[in-house]
């Protein structure tokens, strides 16, 4: 059963693991992607996920599942309707978050993981990590939470739906086929890209250089570059999809409100925000830590904007690094570190 009163029938939902699980759960790591991306975060976060990095299957059990209404393998728009016997296409029913969070937990259940050691994600990946916190208060101990919000803002949706209106103008949007706004998905991507980057980011990234006037700017060619890349790994009925369920997120729907909604976390949970973000600004993320009990905030400074939740792995590493000493520290508080010393008197001062 969906959310908003659609069900699916029958659900497939593709995931990739790495590494060994402990027979306590106490190494489980579940990393949900973002929009567009996929279950194979080795790929698509690779520097924080792998051997020697900050998420290592050497000693970290990580899981990542590809979400419903995605391309690369779990139930979406062009799955087969076991009722129909044809791919969905545009029937395929809206879902929301927390339905993609309500299937992560059946895959859960189904793999006999009882506990999660930490969750991450960014952007709409931070929208599921913070949906199944409230949701399943005592099932994660550490939250992180990247370039994310607790409501997706109406700036937020209205990219979205312009991204939406050029798939629907294209001519070939209304086949029942798996090509059909694939030209119209490209547009959607390069207006996208503004939204993930900002004014100085291009400047930098895409700056003029004297190019002369039969010839195309660099600008011009990154936005068609960025869509023909879109356009030879999605579909237009997922990228369509997604976009939706992205303008679902609010974590107060049925919970007397967002703030109401956060106080129900009980994870040692980090936000962070980035300062040139322009889709998720950085009040959003603040927010976020002034409502969830006990939370610690970072700010990174970036060049990138939205994306650099998918760069600015040093940045991130370092903060994460950073706030598990901090976390460490209050599980054993200074009392607890001074009583061993010789010198009883500080342990006295510090109590």
Same mark, same amino acid.
């Given at each position: 059963?969906?959310?908003?009163?659609?069900?699916?029938?029958?659900?497939?939902?593709?995931?990739?693991?790495?590494?060994?699980?402990?027979?306590?759960?106490?190494?489980?790591?579940? /990393?949900?992607?973002?929009?567009?991306?996929?279950?194979?975060?080795?790929?698509?976060?690779?520097?924080?996920?792998?051997?020697?990095?900050?998420?290592?299957?050497?000693?970290?059990?990580?899981?990542?599942?590809?979400?419903?209404?995605?391309?690369?393998?779990?139930?979406?728009?062009?799955?087969?309707?076991?009722? #129909?016997?044809?791919?969905?296409?545009?029937?395929?029913?809206?879902?929301? /978050?927390?339905?993609?969070?309500?299937?992560?937990?059946?895959?859960?259940?189904?793999?006999?993981?009882?506990?999660?050691?930490?969750?991450?994600?960014?952007?709409?990946?931070?929208?599921?990590?913070?949906?199944?916190?409230?949701?399943?208060?005592?099932? /994660?101990?550490?939250?992180?939470?990247?370039?994310?919000?607790?409501?997706?803002?109406?700036?937020?949706?209205?990219?979205?739906?312009?991204?939406?209106?050029?798939?629907?103008?294209?001519?070939?949007?209304?086949?029942?086929?798996?090509?059909?706004?694939?030209?119209?998905?490209?547009?959607?991507?390069?207006?996208?890209?503004? !939204?993930?980057?900002?004014?100085?980011?291009?400047?930098?990234?895409?700056?003029?250089?004297?190019?002369?006037?039969?010839?195309?700017?660099?600008?011009? #060619?990154?936005?068609? =570059?960025?869509?023909?890349?879109?356009?030879?790994?999605?579909?237009?009925?997922?990228?369509?999809?997604?976009?939706?369920?992205?303008?679902?997120?609010?974590?107060?729907?049925?919970?007397?409100?967002?703030?109401?909604?956060? !106080?129900?976390?009980?994870?040692?949970?980090?936000?962070?925000?980035?300062?040139?973000?322009?889709?998720?600004?950085?009040?959003?993320?603040?927010?976020?830590?002034?409502?969830?009990?006990? !939370? #610690?905030?970072?700010?990174?400074?970036?060049?990138?904007?939205?994306?650099?939740?998918?760069?600015?792995?040093?940045?991130?590493?370092?903060?994460?690094?950073?706030?598990?000493?901090?976390?460490?520290?209050?599980?054993?508080?200074?009392?607890?570190?001074?009583?061993?010393?010789?010198?009883?008197?500080?342990?006295?001062? =510090?109590?």
């Amino acid at each position: 059963m969906l959310e908003a009163g659609g069900v699916l029938p029958e659900l497939d939902l593709a995931y990739q693991a790495l590494g060994k699980i402990n027979e306590d759960c106490s190494n489980v790591v579940w /990393i949900c992607h973002a929009f567009t991306g996929s279950q194979d975060v080795e790929d698509w976060w690779q520097g924080l996920v792998g051997a020697g990095k900050l998420f290592d299957p050497a000693y970290d059990f990580i899981i990542c599942v590809n979400v419903l209404g995605s391309h690369y393998g779990s139930t979406g728009p062009l799955s087969i309707n076991p009722e #129909t016997n044809e791919p969905y296409y545009h029937d395929f029913p809206l879902i929301t /978050i927390r339905d993609i969070v309500n299937s992560f937990d059946i895959l859960r259940e189904h793999l006999g993981i009882t506990h999660i050691k930490t969750c991450i994600g960014g952007s709409l990946g931070g929208q599921q990590s913070v949906e199944w916190a409230i949701s399943q208060p005592e099932l /994660i101990d550490n939250l992180i939470l990247i370039a994310t919000n607790a409501q997706h803002s109406p700036w937020g949706i209205a990219f979205n739906e312009s991204q939406r209106m050029s798939i629907e103008v294209d001519p070939t949007w209304l086949e029942r086929h798996p090509q059909a706004g694939i030209n119209g998905m490209k547009a959607a991507r390069a207006t996208a890209l503004i !939204s993930y980057r900002n004014y100085e980011t291009y400047g930098v990234t895409q700056a003029r250089k004297d190019e002369p006037l039969n010839k195309p700017y660099r600008a011009v #060619t990154y936005q068609r =570059y960025q869509g023909d890349k879109i356009a030879q790994r999605f579909n237009a009925f997922s990228y369509y999809v997604l976009s939706q369920v992205m303008d679902s997120q609010d974590v107060g729907r049925g919970r007397g409100g967002a703030i109401q909604a956060l !106080s129900q976390v009980k994870s040692k949970t980090l936000v962070m925000g980035i300062k040139s973000d322009a889709l998720f600004p950085i009040n959003e993320q603040a927010f976020l830590a002034k409502y969830i009990p006990g !939370s #610690t905030f970072q700010a990174l400074d970036s060049l990138y904007g939205h994306d650099g939740f998918l760069i600015e792995n040093e940045l991130i590493t370092k903060a994460i690094k950073v706030w598990r000493k901090f976390i460490k520290f209050e599980i054993n508080p200074m009392y607890d570190f001074f009583k061993n010393l010789e010198n009883r008197n500080v342990a006295e001062h =510090y109590n």
